[in-house]
């Protein structure tokens, strides 16, 4: 068995928890529910990703023994593209078309960084 292993699957764990915490916030902000803001709703968000970033760092860093390669490097740039436009997209105070926009512009990276992760779509970088 592989010694990585373990960590590839609370990372994955860790992700499917994001998205989840990211989609409930997504459909609260478009129905106007004010649980968006809520500290429940903030913490969750915010250890869910601070566990992505985590467990994310802890992987590259174990799995790239002859330095950083552009698959990690893809993934990074995605983690980071997807937290960034959850966290402006899921503020109060932007319009509703706007919010949608970034939300969804959010969950396309994610969706993009899961699928490239997995072999299945293209590097863009």
């Known amino acids: 068995m592989d010694t990585n292993m373990p960590i590839v699957k609370v990372h994955a764990i860790v992700a499917l928890l994001s998205v989840v915490v990211y989609?409930?916030?997504g459909f609260w902000m478009l129905t106007n529910n004010p649980a968006v803001t809520g500290k429940a709703a903030l913490a969750?968000?915010?250890?869910?990703?601070l566990l992505l970033l985590v467990t994310g760092l802890w992987l590259a860093l174990i799995s790239t023994t002859h330095g950083v390669d552009s698959f990690v490097i893809i993934k990074a740039v995605g983690l980071i593209v997807y937290v960034v436009l959850g966290v402006i997209a899921l503020k109060p105070g932007l319009s509703k078309a706007t919010a949608t926009i970034l939300?969804?512009?959010?969950?396309a990276t994610f969706i993009y960084t899961f699928l490239y992760?997995?072999?299945i779509a293209p590097a863009v970088l």
Request: charged content about 10%.
């Open 23 to 25: 989609l409930i916030r």
């Open 44 to 49: 969750s968000a915010s250890l869910s990703m």
């Open 103 to 107: 939300w969804l512009a959010g969950l």
């Open 117 to 119: 992760a997995k072999g």
